[in-house]
């Protein structure tokens, strides 16, 4: 295939806000509730409901915009787009298309050689979401689910900046830090909180002009994202090689086949006869309001992966990872508060932490363990109560259960023995019994004391200070 395109991208992102209720009503938009339970006349179109602007919806659009950079419009207010679809109980759409809430902003994102590139951001309006269709095959019927009628989104608007699949994934991973340390949102793809609608066009490397840009739907993780990106590329290339035009149009992906098919030609705004919305006023935003928000503002990633370099000592790497998820930064930080060692509790949330979450399957937005407990399991290790190995059987079940390590080692008899004279009593024992393992380790085969070591740990069931066998044994094995 032919190297010389260049792929031209640009992303449309949805989030669903964290805001207890629904943009225009009252209802909850807590997610999994019985089909159509969270649902009232103004969310479902009834006739003659009248709509009431959520403030919190705008102070988190505000927050999302202020983070990124953008410009906040003092007047900004509602506009209806109309289109016809059985979700869309109204037959139209409350958005933002002529006035937007924020504008021209951006974010930088660090590329795979090390660089730095900067993702302009053209807009971010407010908007409400439609219902779910359900298909049912079986019964040859499809049935729908106003839940999500009306629950509150911001959706964010890139500039076509970003030139491969790894930039996009760079960038939404950067959008979805920032949206979650604010508290916007818990951005979780597979819930539908973070959608991602890929606009991507190729051109010859060195044109100006955009090529034919084609809209993907259906993306609900970075993987499938990045591969639909590669797929659409490629069957670009393929019809401008072979003499064909790119229709605009959009696709729906298919992520178990690693196949897009066509779903309709792209509309323009002029298809959807956009018009203000008569239900709504225009919202005013002054500047003592942008303050207030401005002030909420916590902590961001990027101003947190400096602090941790600097005030906790941590390595770049460290810093990365445990302000890489805002679960391992609000441990890390209440935990460090607590027992004083950064360096360790950081080590706690790299290794075992992401191991476990590994073996469960888990999220670290699904850590149910206390920092309180993990700090208590970081002095146990540190101040010897503990050896590393029993530590580690602690930390499994304060990952599980959250118990409290400190009650746990009591009950369970897990303290370390420091007690020379039983050490010495059992290690004796050991040595007499593997007579071949002292025979090598007196002909130069160092190795042979970590077998003795195993044997003597067994002995005392895991609990006995390494430090101390490992000093006896050898003055033992000198005589």
Same mark, same amino acid.
């Given at each position: 295939?032919?190297?010389?395109?260049?792929?031209?991208?640009?992303?449309?992102?949805?989030?669903?806000?964290?805001?207890?209720?629904?943009?225009?009503?009252?209802?909850?938009?807590?997610?999994?509730?019985?089909?159509?339970?969270?649902?009232?006349?103004?969310?479902?179109?009834?006739?003659?409901?009248?709509?009431?602007?959520?403030?919190?919806?705008?102070?988190?659009?505000?927050?999302?915009?202020?983070?990124?950079?953008?410009?906040?419009?003092?007047?900004?207010?509602?506009?209806?787009?109309?289109?016809?679809?059985?979700?869309?109980?109204? %037959?139209?759409?409350?958005?933002?298309?002529?006035?937007?809430?924020?504008?021209?902003?951006?974010?930088?994102?660090?590329?795979?050689?090390?660089?730095?590139?900067?993702?302009?951001?053209?807009?971010?309006?407010?908007?409400?979401?439609?219902?779910?269709?359900?298909? #049912?095959?079986? !019964?040859?019927?499809?049935?729908?689910?106003?839940?999500?009628?009306?629950?509150?989104?911001?959706?964010?608007?890139? !500039?076509?900046?970003?030139?491969?699949?790894?930039?996009?994934?760079?960038?939404?991973?950067?959008?979805?830090?920032?949206?979650?340390?604010?508290?916007?949102?818990?951005?979780?793809?597979?819930?539908?909180?973070?959608? $991602?609608?890929?606009?991507?066009?190729?051109?010859?490397?060195?044109?100006?002009? /955009?090529?034919?840009?084609?809209?993907?739907? %259906?993306?609900?993780?970075?993987?499938?994202?990045?591969?639909?990106?590669?797929?659409?590329?490629?069957?670009?290339?393929?019809?401008?090689?072979?003499?064909?035009?790119?229709?605009?149009?959009?696709?729906?992906? #298919?992520? %178990? *086949?690693?196949?897009?098919? $066509?779903?309709?030609?792209?509309?323009?705004?002029?298809?959807?006869?956009?018009?203000?919305?008569? #239900?709504?006023?225009?919202?005013?935003?002054?500047?003592?309001?942008?303050?207030?928000?401005?002030?909420?503002?916590?902590?961001?990633?990027?101003?947190?992966?400096?602090?941790?370099?600097?005030?906790?000592?941590?390595?770049?790497?460290?810093?990365?990872?445990?302000?890489?998820?805002?679960? /391992?930064?609000?441990?890390? !930080?209440?935990?460090?508060?607590?027992?004083?060692?950064? *360096?360790?509790?950081?080590?706690?949330?790299?290794?075992?932490?992401?191991?476990?979450?590994?073996?469960?399957?888990? #999220?670290?937005?699904?850590?149910?363990?206390?920092?309180?407990?993990?700090?208590?399991?970081?002095?146990?290790?540190?101040?010897?109560?503990? %050896?590393?190995?029993?530590?580690? !059987?602690?930390?499994?079940?304060?990952?599980?259960?959250?118990?409290?390590?400190?009650?746990?080692?009591?009950?369970?008899?897990? @303290?370390?023995?420091?007690?020379?004279?039983?050490?010495?009593?059992?290690?004796?024992?050991?040595?007499?019994?593997?007579?071949?393992?002292?025979?090598?380790?007196?002909?130069?085969?160092?190795?042979?004391?970590?077998?003795?070591?195993? @044997?003597?740990?067994? $002995?005392? *069931?895991?609990?006995?200070?390494?430090?101390?066998?490992?000093?006896?044994?050898?003055?033992?094995?000198?005589?």
């Amino acid at each position: 295939m032919s190297k010389e395109y260049e792929t031209v991208i640009g992303l449309e992102v949805h989030v669903e806000l964290a805001t207890k209720t629904k943009i225009f009503c009252s209802c909850s938009t807590e997610f999994g509730g019985a089909p159509n339970s969270h649902t009232c006349p103004v969310c479902t179109g009834m006739p003659g409901a009248l709509p009431v602007l959520n403030r919190k919806v705008v102070e988190y659009a505000m927050a999302v915009g202020l983070a990124t950079n953008c410009e906040i419009t003092r007047n900004c207010k509602f506009d209806r787009k109309n289109y016809f679809y059985p979700d869309n109980p109204q %037959n139209y759409q409350i958005s933002q298309l002529y006035l937007p809430i924020c504008r021209n902003g951006g974010i930088e994102i660090e590329l795979e050689d090390g660089g730095k590139k900067t993702i302009g951001i053209h807009e971010i309006h407010m908007e409400e979401d439609a219902g779910k269709l359900v298909h #049912d095959e079986a !019964e040859d019927v499809s049935i729908v689910d106003f839940n999500r009628s009306g629950v509150p989104l911001i959706e964010i608007v890139s !500039e076509p900046d970003m030139r491969s699949a790894q930039e996009v994934i760079a960038y939404l991973d950067k959008l979805r830090l920032i949206i979650q340390y604010l508290g916007a949102s818990d951005c979780k793809l597979q819930e539908g909180s973070m959608r $991602a609608d890929v606009n991507l066009s190729v051109r010859k490397e060195g044109e100006a002009e /955009f090529g034919t840009r084609t809209e993907m739907k %259906n993306l609900n993780s970075f993987r499938a994202i990045a591969r639909a990106i590669e797929n659409e590329k490629n069957r670009q290339i393929d019809l401008i090689e072979s003499g064909e035009k790119v229709v605009q149009e959009t696709r729906r992906w #298919d992520d %178990n *086949k690693e196949y897009s098919y $066509a779903m309709r030609s792209k509309e323009d705004a002029k298809d959807y006869r956009y018009f203000p919305d008569p #239900d709504l006023v225009p919202v005013f935003i002054s500047d003592e309001w942008i303050k207030e928000v401005k002030a909420r503002q916590p902590e961001l990633p990027t101003e947190k992966l400096a602090r941790y370099q600097r005030e906790y000592g941590l390595p770049e790497y460290d810093a990365k990872i445990l302000t890489g998820e805002k679960k /391992f930064a609000d441990i890390f !930080e209440a935990a460090t508060e607590i027992c004083g060692k950064p *360096k360790k509790v950081s080590n706690w949330l790299m290794v075992e932490t992401i191991r476990l979450l590994k073996e469960h399957d888990m #999220d670290p937005a699904d850590i149910r363990f206390s920092p309180v407990h993990l700090a208590k399991l970081v002095d146990l290790a540190e101040g010897g109560t503990v %050896n590393s190995t029993v530590a580690k !059987e602690v930390f499994e079940a304060v990952f599980t259960d959250d118990i409290d390590p400190e009650q746990y080692v009591k009950e369970k008899g897990l @303290q370390t023995v420091n007690d020379e004279g039983a050490l010495r009593s059992v290690i004796e024992e050991v040595v007499k019994n593997n007579p071949k393992s002292v025979e090598d380790y007196k002909n130069g085969k160092d190795k042979a004391i970590g077998f003795l070591v195993g @044997q003597t740990m067994k $002995a005392m *069931k895991g609990k006995a200070n390494p430090g101390m066998v490992n000093g006896i044994l050898k003055e033992i094995l000198s005589r």
